[in-house]
């Protein structure tokens, strides 16, 4: 494989975003070949862990406004960048990136790091990934906390879905900071936009991002479909709590929380809600993302 890294003036002033970096690496079980992930880390060590997981085309720059309120109720925060995107490596070859490897990669992270007592919120393919790591990991998990996202089994997709993924597939230039204003009901600053283009010098960065789409099993004949399968049926037997809060203008995932309330046991009488925003809702309504985390915890405490 051949890994390319992001210089780091890249992302020097970038707005909002001033956390110390966090870096681990992790060994492609294929190659042997080292890759580093970057992670936010932010508030007492000792605490138990909020993972925040991202999605594409995003980095954990989406969570910058998410530290503040979780730190200051004495929560630690981790917010890692996946391979291939934010300050984490990146691989030049689309055909290097497949679902088992991202969740492999993630899985020596996570017990790399030896994270447990963890929250879960994820998003989009923060949450393929992330819900792997639960169904791999199960007694690491405390609670979940499901938005825009899900774990799909080969069994179809929606519209605004493979719209995306005809999109990505075809635009001669993969614009990172426009696709993620496109994707929120907010209307992002160009400081905002510039800060998601920030990991990616040129095109060639972005083959993770362009690989994406193509790598979610929405139909019989994709990789990774036995895999889910095989994780749906660990986190059916998941009882420790599940709360959803899709958003209200997602194309992509609308309606998606109904099969998770439905499966996972975890889920039955929580208080789940539908918010007001867009994809990416980390953007549209932080303060009460972080306010329904943070009571969510208190709650199960």
Sequence with gaps: MQILRTPDERFVGLVG??????????????????????????????????LLMHGEPSWSYLYRKFVA???????????PDLIGFGKSDKLAAR????FERHVEWMSDWLTGLDLNG????????????????????????????????????????SPGFDQWLTLSQTIPQFPVGGIVNMGTSRELTPAEIA????????????EGARQFPTLVPVTPGHASVAENIAA??????????????????????KG???????RIPGAAGQAHTIVAGGHFLQ?????????????????DK
Excluded: M
């Excluded at 870096?23 to 880390?41: F, N």
């Excluded at 953007?283 to 709650?299: H, Q, S, V, Y």
């Design 256 to 262: 998606g929380e109904a099969a998770i309330k439905a």
């Design 95 to 98: 055909g290097d990136y497949t």
């Design 17 to 50: 975003y001033d956390f110390a970096p966090h870096y681990s690496e992790v060994a492609d079980r294929a190659t042997g070949q080292g890759l580093r992930i970057h992670r936010i880390d932010e508030g007492p060590a000792g605490a138990a862990p909020v």
């Design 118 to 157: 963890i929250t879960l919120f994820c998003q989009d393919w923060g949450g393929l990934i992330g819900l792997r790591l639960v169904a791999a990991f199960p007694d690491r998990f405390a609670r979940l906390v499901i938005a825009n996202t899900g774990l799909p089994i080969g069994t179809g997709s």
């Design 283 to 299: 953007e549209d309504c932080p303060e009460l993302l972080c306010g329904l985390i943070n009571d969510f915890i208190a709650k």
């Design 195 to 206: 800060a998601y283009d920030a990991p990616f010098p040129d095109e060639s960065y972005k």
């Design 232 to 253: 749906w049926k660990v986190l059916e037997a998941f009882d420790k709590p599940v709360l959803t809060c899709f958003s209200d203008n997602d194309p992509v995932t």
């Design 69 to 79: 309120p979780l730190t200051a109720a004495g929560h630690r925060v981790v917010a």
